[in-house]
């Protein structure tokens, strides 16, 4: 059985080669930005309570996401499953590890992408808000979905300032998580900076081995 999760930079490709690796497998899977994202939209009590760390471009704090993974995790025991943005730190990925609510990954696949192409992401960056596909556009007057023609917008965490914050986050908290899933010989690291297509293909080639 298979329980993956994928880590990287924010802007490193995770949603995308999310979907791809779950049109792969049929594997259920968790986005726990985008499950967060969605509860401040819908103005819920949790939406409330983790909103301003979204905006901030902070980190909720780790009891609050491990009580929301695990709760999912729970209805999922015997599927596998595929987590895109979660463990983010390393007091998560030890609990997904070895706490008995949780479940064990049997592969961390993180995208290594530098900072500077990271930003250049950013600042183009839009999410489709009809079928939720991330597309990149070349002008800002790029405006509909080429899938679906469903309104393209940015993401109301996707500003210079706030993605800088999230990369030092990511940088101090997250980045270590490479050696930790590497000595337990469970890392894939993939050159995120390759095309979408080429990303997938490495990740596909080795769930293929
Ligand atoms: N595992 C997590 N631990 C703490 N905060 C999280 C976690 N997953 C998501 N978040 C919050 O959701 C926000 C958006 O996450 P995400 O959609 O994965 O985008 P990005 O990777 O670009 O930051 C993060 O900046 C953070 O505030």
Redesign the pocket.
Known sequence: MRRIVLIG???SG?GTQCRRIQNLLDVPTL????L??KEVESGSKLGLEVED??NR????P?AL?MELVKAWMAKRSESGWLL??????LA?AEALESDASFQAPTLAIALDVPQHELEQRIISRRECADCGATVSVSSPDELNCNDCNGELVSRS?DDLENFRR?YANYSELTQPLFDYYAAKGKLLLVNGSASPEDVFCVINNHLSE
């Open positions: 930079p924010p802007a995770k986005g726990t930005g985008k967060l994202r760390y979204l471009g902070a980190y909720v780790d996401i895109d943005g979660y463990p983010r730190t998560q965490d999230r």
